[in-house]
Structures are given as C-alpha cells and as structure tokens.
C-alpha cells in the first residue's frame, strides 16, 4: 500500500491564483503564479517543493520611508558635487605627464571646493590641499582650462594679518578713487571684512594681487561662488551685488577664455531689480504684491528694507555707471534705465558728501549722464542748415552741462589726472555728434563738421598728454572704465585720422598726433608696465594682462600702419579688411568696434605677438 501522507493534493484542487501583491514570498522572488487551495494552507508551488509558504508583506506593511527635508536634499546634492570635484582634481593630478615633482606644483596653493553654507551664512568655501601642477594647464587655449575640465584652479592662500591689512589699504587708497562704488572707512579692518562680508573682501583680493596666476585663480573661485549663491540657492542681498561690482568695475585684472561682460553686467542688473534700489523704498505698511499666494507655508513678505541707505545709494548708482560704460563698449546690452529715485540717491550722496570718495562717483556719474545725451542726435532732416543747428544747439547744451560740473569741483580734484581724463572722453563723445549724423559730402564745405573734427584731434591729443605721463605704477590700479576710454579714444583718433574730405589735410593731422606713434607709445609703456609695478607673470604661458595687451596693441599697429602710414610698410604688408570701410559708416563702427572688443583689452582671448 502506497503512503501518500505526504504526496502533494492533484493540481485540480488549486483552482484559485492568488490577487495581485498578494503572492507569497517565494513566488513573489521567482515571478511565478501563486496557485492556491480554496480551503487555504500553503499553494501548489511551496507544497511541491516542500518549502515554507509564507505571504509577501503588502505595500502599506512595509515601512515608510522618512521624507528627507529639503535642506537635507540639498545637502545631499552639495556632497555629490563636493565628491566629483575631489575626484576630478585627483585624477587630473594622476594623469599629468611622467616625471613631473613636486618642485613642478604652484606652491602655496589649494583647490577650492563648494561645501553647504552654514548656519551662520558666514562660510563660503572650504580649501582642500590637492596641488595641481602647473603642467597640466593646456597651453593651446591661452594657458587657460578647458571648458569640459571641472577641476579648480589652485588659489593662494589666506594672507597673513599684516597682508590682508596691505591689501585693503592699497585698494582703498589706490584703486578704489577709479571706481568709489563703496565706503571702506579707515577703522574698517581687513579681518572684520573678512569675517563680515567675505565675497567682497575675496573680490577685492582679485582686484589687488599682483600674481598673474592668482588673477586667474581667483576669478574661477569668484565665478564658482556666482554659480553657487546666485543660480542654486537664490541669494539676493547687497553683499553679492558690492562683490560683482567689484568684479566688475576691475574686469580687466581677470583674463579668461571667454567674455563675460553682457552676462555679468544682466546679474548686477538683475540684483538691483531684485532688490528694489532703483526705486523708492516701500512704506512700513505696504504688502507684497503676491502677499496672498502662500510659498512653502509662509506669506511673502516684502523683501527690501523701508530705509534707503548710503550703501544702496553708491551700489545703484555704481550699477548704473559700470552697465553704461559696457553697454558702450560692447553694443550689446542696455544700461540700467536711470529713474527719478536714482536722481534723488545722486542728489543726496553730493550733499552729504559722507566719503572723499562721493564726490568722485557724482562726477563719473554726471558725465556719464551728460554721455549719454550724445545719443539722442536730432532727428535727421532733409535740410542740412536746419540739421547743422540742431546739432549745434546739442552740442552747446551738453558742454554747457560739462562747464557746470567742473564749477561743482574743488581745484585739487580738477587737478587730477584721473578726472581730466574722465572730463575729455566726455568731450571727445559730444564732439563726435557732428561726425555721424551731418548729411554726405557736398561740394561746399561744412564748417561745423571741419570744427567738430579739429576738436576731435585736440581733444586727443590732451587724452594722450595725460595718460602717457601717468607713472607705470599707476597702471596697475587703472579700472574697466579708464581702459573702455583708452580704446574710445584710440577710435576716434583713427576715425579722424582716416577722414577724407575737401578741406581736411591728413598730414595736418600726423604732424598734431600720429596714431601710429601713439600705438608704439603704449606698446613701450604696457610692456614696462609688470617690472614697475611688481606685477608677477606666473601663468604658464608667462602672460599677464598688460602684456597680453601690448600683444594686442602690436597686432592693431600690424592693422592700421598700411593705411595711416604705408611708407612705413613693405610690399607685403595688407591692410585689415575693417579699415577699408568708411571711417564714418555705422558698419566701420560696429566693425572696429566688435574686433577692438575681442583683441585690444586683456579680458578677452587676446591674439599671439
């Protein structure tokens, strides 16, 4: 007689498949059908294969998971970047080429890495010793990191107390009368600005070190802490804007592989905007606008504060002036649009006068005001008398305005380089109305555009006097906004230079100021510029910004000399393609100006010797 205690039950008597997530463990792993028994006990696969039949645990028995905040989320985030970076420069520093020894490492300097902000907000980077060495930077792109490399470059070190006190004593005394964009008082300690606004104080570091290689450095980490603060947290306060103004009002002093202007000047912008300084502070009372939408459990509330300070009053007005001066130089991008409370902030910063340095930013930017107007010419009119005397008219009105700002100066400002220079590119703009917008060439001549071409020249030439007589040291502290003028000058210099008209002699011209002896001038001067001031060429290409800028001027003087000067030239010599349009087309302009844009100053990718 055959046992069949521990036979299975015939397959008939599993009728039923068990419901969807309601398997048991065992075929829930091996993805098969749970056939059960309509009196219960184990199912047809477990009994078979003699195995425990236990039921799978359903969705709601498995233990939630606890919901991570967003600031853990963001933390989390933070690591995996922190960790690609480590990684990144690690294996940057592995793959450098065999032989390379410590001796071949920058040294003293660190890779920066982003870390989470702190509770106290105080904290903005953390340095990591990883030295990368100086090798590793590919030589085919200016000596500059290539766009996919995600590796930082090696920043110095913090300075010891004695320099950081240096440091900000030489922008405050120096540098800071090109650009007064802030208030530094004398009892404002390097360590107390450090510790209260470290974005500024890295930004002013960039703008002072004389290291060519540390320019560099400190531009990356300047531009990752932008990305970070700006784009991933959504930071908004006037720190980060007083910090971008300083990067900014010295972007010649942080060479890169690409421009940067347009993109940084839309950020200041932006910030401006998002803080409410260029309008009137709202009232104690006032609601947000969207204060009835609810974002994240909390009402809006407004956002600026209801008392307008002197510091938002000088970063408005800095924000105006430096977004003019590049919307000049590039033509690509429109300032900040100047507004009645704006007037009201420049009005009370001249009265109070709290600064030294006040009085200068007023002068800058009541000239830039007054620069501005050249734009506005009359509009065209098919009778060239009537046209002549509304520019005449114009011109007469924003010299008057010039005239009544220098009355407004003592004579010690007015004495001072810095100031004339900013008082004749402001002329040189009002003289240049009659150039472009007088109807073509008749066969009598035109009086007033033959004045305005004379005044042009003089204009020039006192432009030249002053900045070729300046002492190289000086050089160094010299802003975006002396350098923007240097290459408006130089323009209009050649514009007139070039000018073929009935009554207007060439050579006249070369014999009052020749552009070519100018350019020779400059290279002489860009060149000695690094031994007289103590500014180190440490880049591995040995660059630094003024050479890169005497390279430049070189390759301009290789440009022009066939047409200003082709007894100076060999047979050989072409002439660039720009300088064969008409000296006062919009297409000469716009051309010259674009390649002047992309060559002649240091912060774009300037071309080889």
């Given at each position: 007689?055959?046992?069949n205690?521990?036979?299975?039950?015939?397959?008939?008597?599993?009728?039923?498949?068990?419901?969807?997530?309601?398997?048991?463990?065992?075929?829930?792993?091996?993805?098969?059908k749970?056939?059960?028994?309509?009196?219960?006990?184990?199912?047809e696969?477990?009994?078979?294969?003699?195995?425990?039949?236990?039921?799978?645990?359903?969705?709601?028995?498995?233990?939630?998971?606890?919901?991570?905040?967003?600031?853990?989320?963001?933390?989390?985030?933070?690591?995996?970047?922190?960790?690609?970076?480590?990684?990144?420069?690690?294996?940057?520093?592995?793959?450098?080429?065999?032989?390379?020894?410590?001796?071949?490492?920058?040294?003293?300097?660190?890779?920066?890495?982003?870390?989470?902000?702190?509770?106290?907000?105080?904290?903005?980077?953390?340095?990591?010793?990883?030295?990368?060495?100086?090798?590793?930077?590919?030589?085919?792109?200016?000596?500059?990191?290539?766009p996919?490399?995600?590796?930082p470059?090696?920043?110095?070190?913090?300075?010891?107390?004695?320099?950081?006190?240096k440091?900000?004593?030489?922008?405050?005394?120096?540098?800071?009368?090109?650009?007064?964009?802030?208030?530094?008082?004398?009892?404002?300690?390097?360590?107390?600005?450090?510790?209260?606004?470290?974005?500024?104080?890295?930004?002013?570091?960039?703008?002072?070190?004389?290291?060519?290689?540390?320019?560099?450095a400190?531009?990356?980490?300047?531009?990752?802490?932008?990305?970070?603060?700006?784009?991933?947290?959504?930071e908004?306060?006037?720190?980060?804007?007083?910090?971008?103004?300083?990067?900014?009002?010295?972007?010649?002093?942080?060479?890169?592989?690409?421009?940067?202007?347009?993109?940084?000047?839309?950020?200041?912008?932006?910030?401006?905007?998002?803080?409410?300084?260029d309008?009137?502070p709202?009232?104690?009372?006032?609601?947000?606008?969207?204060?009835?939408?609810k974002?994240?459990?909390?009402i809006?509330?407004?956002?600026v504060?209801?008392?307008?300070?002197?510091?938002?009053?000088?970063?408005?007005?800095?924000?105006?002036?430096?977004?003019?001066?590049?919307?000049?130089?590039?033509?690509?991008?429109?300032?900040?649009?100047?507004?009645?409370h704006?007037?009201?902030?420049?009005?009370?910063?001249?009265?109070?006068?709290?600064?030294?340095?006040?009085?200068?930013?007023?002068?800058m930017?009541?000239?830039?005001?007054?620069?501005?107007?050249?734009?506005?010419?009359?509009?065209?009119s098919?009778?060239?008398?009537?046209?002549?005397?509304?520019?005449?008219?114009?011109?007469?009105?924003?010299?008057?305005?010039?005239?009544?700002?220098?009355?407004?100066?003592?004579?010690?400002?007015?004495?001072?380089?810095?100031?004339?220079?900013?008082?004749?590119?402001?002329?040189?703009?009002?003289?240049?109305?009659g150039?472009?917008?007088?109807?073509?060439?008749?066969?009598?001549?035109?009086?007033?555009?033959?004045?305005?071409?004379?005044?042009c020249?003089?204009?020039?030439?006192?432009w030249?006097?002053?900045f070729?007589?300046?002492?190289?040291p000086?050089?160094?502290?010299?802003?975006?906004?002396?350098?923007?003028?240097?290459s408006?000058?130089?323009?209009?210099?050649?514009?007139?230079?070039t000018?073929?008209?009935?009554d207007?002699?060439?050579?006249?011209?070369?014999?009052?100021?020749?552009?070519?002896?100018?350019?020779?001038?400059?290279?002489?001067?860009?060149?000695?510029?690094?031994?007289?001031?103590?500014?180190?060429?440490?880049?591995?290409?040995?660059?630094?910004?003024?050479?890169?800028?005497?390279?430049?001027?070189?390759?301009?003087?290789?440009?022009?000399i066939?047409?200003?000067?082709?007894?100076?030239?060999g047979?050989?010599?072409?002439?660039?393609?720009?300088?064969?349009?008409?000296?006062?087309?919009?297409?000469?302009?716009?051309?010259l100006?674009?390649?002047?844009?992309?060559?002649?100053?240091?912060?774009?990718?300037?071309?080889?010797?």
């Amino acid at each position: 007689m055959v046992d069949n205690i521990n036979m299975p039950p015939p397959a008939s008597e599993f009728t039923n498949t068990a419901p969807y997530g309601r398997a048991c463990v065992n075929c829930s792993r091996a993805k098969c059908k749970c056939m059960r028994r309509p009196t219960g006990g184990a199912c047809e696969r477990c009994l078979r294969l003699q195995k425990e039949c236990r039921p799978a645990p359903s969705a709601r028995d498995r233990p939630a998971k606890k919901a991570a905040s967003r600031t853990a989320k963001l933390e989390e985030k933070l690591d995996d970047l922190v960790t690609l970076l480590r990684s990144s420069a690690q294996s940057s520093a592995q793959s450098a080429a065999p032989g390379t020894t410590p001796s071949d490492t920058v040294p003293g300097h660190t890779n920066n890495v982003l870390l989470p902000p702190s509770e106290t907000g105080a904290t903005f980077l953390a340095t990591e010793s990883v030295p990368t060495p100086a090798t590793s930077l590919p030589h085919g792109n200016g000596g500059y990191p290539s766009p996919s490399s995600s590796a930082p470059l090696p920043t110095p070190g913090e300075l010891s107390p004695i320099e950081a006190e240096k440091t900000l004593d030489r922008f405050r005394s120096e540098k800071l009368k090109y650009f007064p964009f802030v208030h530094l008082p004398e009892i404002l300690s390097a360590a107390q600005l450090a510790a209260e606004r470290p974005f500024l104080w890295l930004c002013i570091r960039g703008a002072t070190t004389k290291s060519s290689m540390g320019q560099q450095a400190i531009g990356e980490k300047i531009r990752r802490i932008v990305a970070e603060k700006l784009i991933i947290q959504h930071e908004k306060n006037l720190e980060i804007l007083l910090g971008l103004l300083a990067y900014m009002g010295w972007a010649n002093m942080h060479m890169g592989p690409q421009p940067f202007l347009c993109m940084y000047t839309h950020l200041i912008l932006g910030l401006v905007q998002d803080l409410g300084l260029d309008k009137p502070p709202p009232r104690a009372d006032e609601q947000h606008p969207m204060a009835c939408v609810k974002a994240h459990g909390f009402i809006l509330k407004m956002a600026v504060s209801s008392v307008r300070s002197m510091e938002e009053r000088r970063a408005v007005l800095a924000t105006f002036l430096i977004s003019a001066e590049v919307s000049i130089f590039i033509r690509k991008n429109d300032p900040l649009r100047w507004t009645p409370h704006m007037e009201e902030c420049l009005q009370i910063l001249e009265d109070k006068n709290e600064s030294p340095l006040d009085r200068i930013l007023v002068c800058m930017v009541k000239l830039r005001l007054v620069g501005d107007e050249t734009a506005k010419s009359p509009a065209i009119s098919s009778d060239p008398s009537e046209l002549r005397l509304l520019q005449a008219f114009q011109t007469k009105a924003l010299n008057s305005q010039v005239q009544t700002i220098k009355t407004s100066l003592p004579p010690t400002l007015l004495a001072d380089p810095m100031i004339q220079l900013l008082f004749l590119n402001t002329e040189m703009e009002i003289s240049e109305i009659g150039l472009f917008q007088t109807p073509p060439k008749s066969a009598n001549p035109d009086t007033s555009r033959l004045a305005s071409l004379a005044s042009c020249v003089r204009i020039a030439r006192a432009w030249f006097d002053i900045f070729l007589a300046i002492p190289l040291p000086h050089y160094l502290n010299f802003g975006f906004c002396i350098m923007a003028h240097l290459s408006r000058i130089i323009l209009s210099l050649y514009r007139v230079s070039t000018h073929d008209g009935l009554d207007w002699d060439r050579q006249v011209i070369r014999d009052t100021i020749d552009v070519i002896d100018i350019l020779d001038a400059l290279m002489v001067r860009f060149e000695g510029v690094p031994a007289q001031s103590g500014l180190v060429s440490d880049r591995p290409d040995g660059g630094d910004m003024f050479t890169l800028s005497a390279r430049a001027t070189r390759t301009m003087r290789a440009a022009w000399i066939p047409v200003l000067a082709p007894e100076r030239v060999g047979a050989l010599a072409q002439p660039f393609d720009a300088m064969m349009l008409d000296a006062f087309s919009p297409e000469f302009a716009e051309s010259l100006n674009s390649w002047m844009a992309d060559t002649f100053l240091p912060w774009e990718t300037a071309p080889g010797a």
